[in-house]
């Protein structure tokens, strides 16, 4: 039996999150063992920064990934100058697109550094 995520109907309402608060902080972590889930909605497991200079939170998968719809994500985004968080799955992973599902972006104004 498999464990469906997401918000919208029939996709299982079930979602997770441990998003920053509303005027700043960090996301939270989010750590994940279970039957094998299949990934329903856009942000259906989010540890984001809502505000602020956050830095993502982490999002760490024991469970076996078993399908991401199209529009499924899981999120861990910096805000301002907050580093993008983290993503770990320790079981086999299908053949996806990771950077199309799990985005880990730094805030929008993150100083970027020049090389030499």
């Keep these: 039996m ?24 960090n996301g939270g972590s989010i750590v994940m063992s279970s039957a094998p889930v299949n990934i329903k909605t856009a942000n259906a497991i989010n540890a984001s920064a809502l ?10 998968m024991y469970s076996y990934l078993q399908s991401f719809d199209p529009a499924a994500t ?12 983290r993503f770990s799955a320790f079981h086999s992973i299908m053949d996806i697109d990771i950077l199309k599902f799990v985005k880990v972006d730094g805030g929008a104004t993150v100083p970027t550094v020049s090389g030499g």
């Design 74 to 85: 899981i999120t861990a985004i910096g805000k301002g100058t907050g580093k993008g968080g």
């Design 2 to 25: 498999s464990f469906d995520i997401g918000t919208a109907a029939g996709a299982g309402q079930v979602s997770f999150s441990a998003k920053g608060g509303s005027t700043g902080g």
């Design 51 to 60: 505000s602020g200079n956050g830095n993502g939170g982490e999002i760490v």
